[in-house]
Each structure stands twice: as C-alpha cells, then as structure tokens.
C-alpha cells in the first residue's frame, strides 16, 4: 500500500464510449502524474500537474483529457479510444515536483479497447 | 535525448541464485538513477537509489552503483527468492525538466 489508489483497477470500454479514471492520493503530496505502461516498452509520461496546475503535456493526443481538482486527486477522461490505447495507466504522486522528490505509484487501471 | 536501456527479459532463476540486471543510460550532465520494482498486481514501488558517481544504493538486499565511466547501474542480489519475481525498471532523472525517464522493464521470474 503506497498511499496512492486508483479506481477502477479494470476497464473494457468500446471505441465510442466515454470513461473516466480516478486516481487519489493519501500523503499530503503537492505533484500528480499519469503514466502509460505498454508491454514491452518504456513507461511513458503523460501529464504533470503540480499544484493542481498542469506543467506538462508530452504530446498526448486530445481523447485523454486530465482534470485536477486538487492536490490529492487526478483524473483521466477517456473519450473515442483507439484499441492501440489499451495498455495499464499508472498515476503516481511527489511531494514537490518531478525534479526535486521520489514518486510514489498507484497500481494500475488496466484498460481495455475493443 | 536522455535514455535508459536495460537488459531483455525475462529472467528465469532458481532460488538463492546471483541476480545482475544491466542498465546502462545516456544523459547530459549528471542525473540521478533509480531502480523501480513492480510486483504482480502492483504499481512501481521505489527499490533504491544513487544522486552522484559511485554512490551505491541498497536496499532488500538489492544493490547498485553509479558507474559514471561506463554510464551503468547495474542491480544486483546475491541470492533470490521467490518473493523476488516482479518486474523491475532501471530509470533516471536528468536535466530535460527533472522528469522521471524509464526503460522498458525487465521481468525476474524465481522458480523454488
């Protein structure tokens, strides 16, 4: 249990359909991030929210869409998926921003796209 | 751009055997390297870490030192066990805005 839960741990969802993912954080942390986790290759960073301010956006095509209400929850809205997004999306919180602390993980929405 | 390669798995072991997982990195200036592991059903938990040229970090018995003449970091465990089988992620914090950069992960399965 590293403090950091997202619900749900599963989804399947069809290419029209519209979700969202939820990630909340327990440790009074001030950064959030979502990853992606594709087989076999590296993880890749999505967004970067610090202070419920968004500080980056690595090209992420615009059907994932972040929100942050505050420092302790993050979520991920998921609009016209393509089945090449399935994968296992990881939100993970830092005390400071990226630069300056350890990130510390949630376990995993596995998302499926048919 | 800054990147991290370690070693294809998986990797099949028997109990209490040597475990070395190769990382090696490119990066300008001089990051930070860590090793992450992710146990089945988990998100990545942090394993240890090393700020500047030949610190080591330790860890669970794990261990790995910053190699800055052959840009390394390799992990190593002098004998496994089966609660050792996971995925476990080389990864570097450079200077491109501090952010976390990963391989691929290497999968560690330890048979009894």
């Known amino acids: 249990e590293t403090g950091v839960t997202q619900t749900p741990r599963h989804l399947v969802m069809g290419m029209t359909n519209k979700k969202s993912l939820k990630c909340e954080q327990h440790?009074?942390?001030?950064?959030m991030y979502w990853y992606k986790q594709s087989a076999k290759k590296p993880l890749e960073l999505m967004f970067v929210?610090?202070?419920?301010?968004?500080?980056e956006n690595n090209s992420v095509p615009s059907r994932f869409s972040p929100e942050c209400p505050n420092s302790s929850h993050l979520f991920l809205h998921l609009h016209t998926l393509q089945p090449e997004d399935s994968a296992l999306y990881l939100c993970a919180s830092s005390r400071e921003g990226p630069s300056t602390d350890t990130q510390y993980f949630g376990p995993g929405t596995r998302l499926t796209v048919l | 751009g800054d990147s991290v390669t370690q070693m294809e798995g998986p990797v099949t072991l028997s109990e209490e055997a040597f475990l070395t997982i190769n990382c090696t990195y490119t990066?300008?200036?001089?990051?930070?390297l860590f090793w992450y592991v992710q146990y089945p059903g988990e998100g990545l938990q942090l394993l240890l870490k090393a700020t500047k040229a030949d610190d080591k970090g330790s860890n669970k018995g794990f261990e790995a030192t910053y190699r800055k003449e052959t840009t390394s970091f390799h992990l190593e465990k002098g004998s496994v066990q089966v609660s050792d089988s996971a995925v476990y992620f080389c990864?570097?914090?450079?200077?491109?805005?501090?952010?976390?950069?990963f391989g691929q992960g290497t999968e560690l399965s330890v048979k009894p």
């Open positions: 440790l009074g942390h001030n950064a």
């Open positions: 990864a570097l914090r450079g200077n491109q805005g501090g952010k976390l950069i």
């Open positions: 929210y610090n202070f419920k301010e968004q500080t």
């Open positions: 990066a300008t200036g001089y990051p930070s």
